[in-house]
């Protein structure tokens, strides 16, 4: 099979897809020659197939980025190092158009929300260029005698594993600090979505990173993703996923070698609407919280917690702007909502929307495939339901919310802070001491309040309970990135003679 594709797009922008993995700054085979193929979700046809990389591929990413680490990158100066991140976020906004069009493609989101997702990537990739001469130690003044400092070094080869559903920003997120600290990285793709990586590999090159730096493995969780888990050379490994698989990483982590691991995990996020709420704001956040990115985002605020005085108002109105929002072709003009992922997602969802159904919780709306083809699920919400039904316990990672009332401040929190995750939250009330209060009650890495999904590169995002360990994005995830050293060198008089 050949290494590239001539692929037009549905936007009619037509270019050179790569297909091969990205090991030292080139497309090459597999070393088993296996090749799958990645489907369109609009309409669930093969869009290409691309090489499949295996413990072999991996274990000649690893060698080529040791190299890398042992060779020019190591003395590339971290000014050299900015000045690549930076030419890269150019790159990246300059591809805008290519590379929206392969995310939506490939992965189902709408075009105009790929744009936002390559330009923010462009953005933290930018960031980090201009952390890369910043990384300093500090001097401690502990005696006349003694000099003592210390160095920030790189962890070495950094193992990274993205998921399928912000394909682009997430493979920034990963690089982007990895990079600036002075790492190399090798990086797998979800099998799901491959494709936009890929050709933002062929941009890597183009900002002069030496060959090894960066290396893109296309593959399967349980070869390729396991491979990084468990290699031996590999120093630390970040994930982006499940729960389920996140737990298997950290075991293969400390089974192996005891690299160092970050996880970003799971959530099944609350959104509480206060009584004093500005009720319109508030659900356009809610609907946003939820039904952005179909509801594949492991921040989504899927357990909507409503104050029993506004819940029957509240339920008319978020059912009607939950309906308003467009569901359909990714490249259609005003599309909110694509599809889901792949035929597998849209029957685990389908299957969470039965479960709802039998345990007796109530369908205000949606709950049902929209459309004869493609992955699309009408946008649902479930009303009368109570805290120990799976739907509101487990995370369906698809476009369906639970509306929960509650009774006081004191229920609100009780009930956000149940479960077993703890990534996101978000207050609604135009109270600032309840705003406060809450927030500092809620037991996770992010509260919004009076919006949702607001994320941003300068800050640090991730989960408490069994939603990860450490954070992402802010200078806060250099500290995933860096070994500190300290050295003490002896100034004073000679202590033997």
Known sequence: MALSQQITLPNGVSYEQPLGLFINNEFVKGVDGKTFETINPHDEKVITAVHEGTEKDVDIAVKAARAALEGDWKHVTPSERGRMLTKLADLLEENIETLAAIESLDNGKTVFWSKVDINNSAGCIRYYGGWADKIVGQTIDTDEKNFTFTRHEPVGVCGQIIPWNFPMLMWSWKIGPALATGNTVVLKTAEQTPLSALFA?????????????????????????????????IDKVAFTGSTLVGRQILQAAAKSNLKKVTLELGGKSPNIVFPDADLDNAISWVNFGIYYNHGQCCCAGSRVLVHEDIYDKFIEAFKKRTQANKVGDPFGKDTFQGPQISQTQ?????????????????????????????????????????????????EIFGPVCTVQKFKDEDEAIKISNSGTYGLASAVHTTNLNTALRVSSALRAGTVWVNNYNMLHYQMPFGGYKESGLGRELGSYALENYTQVKSIRVYIGDALFS
């Open 346 to 394: 849209y029957d685990r969802i389908m299957g969470y929307i039965d479960e709802g159904k039998k345990a007796g919780a109530t369908v205000v709306t949606g709950g049902e495939r929209v459309g004869d083809k493609g992955y699309y699920i009408a946008p649902t919400i479930f009303s009368d339901v109570t805290s120990d039904m799976k739907i509101v316990q487990e």
């Open 201 to 233: 590999a062929t941009l890597v090159k183009k900002a002069g990173f030496p060959p090894g730096v960066v290396n893109i493995i296309s593959g399967f969780g349980k070869t390729a993703g396991a491979a990084i888990s468990t290699h031996m050379d």
